[in-house]
């Protein structure tokens, strides 16, 4: 099946930094990424989609300009996470969707993030 | 606005037990069902997928029934075992009025633990 990877699976930043999650659709042309977030013992929150060549499509209560997101090709999306507090250390994953096969949505692994 | 109710919200059941998770959703128009096993700390994956003509698909243990005219949908493990603790999320997808994406919509996730 197809395969989606996210990278890093795990990155510690400091506090006031910015660090990039990247996501990338290793055999098919995503057309439509989307990137959620997760806590602990929680389901995944949808927080933004996006088209590629197209902005981002934030949910309520996401602040786009502190999660950065870009889709510049069919193949690679970013989000970055920008003057990161500690209150954002999370489980961020991304999943991709293209015409290819039934707009199937297909999971990365989950990048950990952990803010000190 | 769409809504996927999962219930129940978590579940303890003894190895080797049959359970069975429900999903009920308000997404219309309806393209497909789909529930997803997320493991901790790991990306989704897929265990079925169902369109509207579809009424019930089994994967293994796993066989999920879709009832289109109640909008109801449920998944039921056979024969648990310790590896079906994660969490099970129903998502249900929606065809976007003027074509393009198919837009998903969540369920929160049911949480199951199996034990010995």
């Known amino acids: 099946g197809a395969v989606v990877s996210q990278h890093p699976s795990r990155v510690i930043c400091k506090s006031g930094t910015s660090v990039k999650i990247e996501c990338r659709s290793l055999?098919?042309?995503?057309?439509?990424m989307f990137w959620y977030r997760q806590f602990p013992k929680q389901s995944l929150m949808l927080m933004a989609t996006?088209?590629?060549?197209?902005?981002?499509?934030?949910e309520q209560g996401v602040e786009k300009d502190k999660f950065l997101i870009n889709h510049a090709s069919l193949t690679l999306s970013t989000l970055t996470v920008t003057s990161a507090h500690p209150e954002d250390s999370s489980f961020y994953i991304c999943?991709?969707?293209?015409?290819?096969?039934?707009?199937?949505?297909?999971f990365g692994e989950g990048s950990w993030l952990t803010v000190v | 606005k769409n809504q996927v109710e999962q219930s129940p919200q978590s579940l303890i059941i003894l190895e080797g037990k049959n359970c069975t998770l429900q999903?009920?959703?308000?997404?219309?128009?309806?393209?497909?069902l789909r529930w997803y096993k997320q493991d901790t700390g790991r990306g989704p994956v897929s265990l079925t997928i169902?369109?509207?003509?579809?009424n019930t698909k089994s994967n293994g243990r796993y066989t999920a029934t879709l009832d289109a005219d109640t909008k109801q949908s449920s998944l039921h493990i056979t024969a648990s075992q310790l590896s079906d603790s994660a969490s099970y999320i129903c998502?249900?997808?929606?065809?976007?009025?003027?074509?393009?994406?198919?837009?998903?919509?969540f369920g929160r996730g049911t949480s199951l633990i199996v034990h010995p």
């Open positions: 055999d098919f042309q995503a057309t439509t």
């Open positions: 169902m369109t509207f003509s579809e």
């Open positions: 998502v249900v997808r929606e065809i976007h009025a003027s074509g393009g994406s198919y837009i998903p919509t």
């Open positions: 996006s088209n590629e060549g197209s902005k981002a499509t934030y």
């Open positions: 999943s991709a969707s293209g015409t290819h096969s039934g707009n199937t949505i297909y």
């Open positions: 999903c009920n959703y308000t997404v219309s128009p309806f393209s497909n």
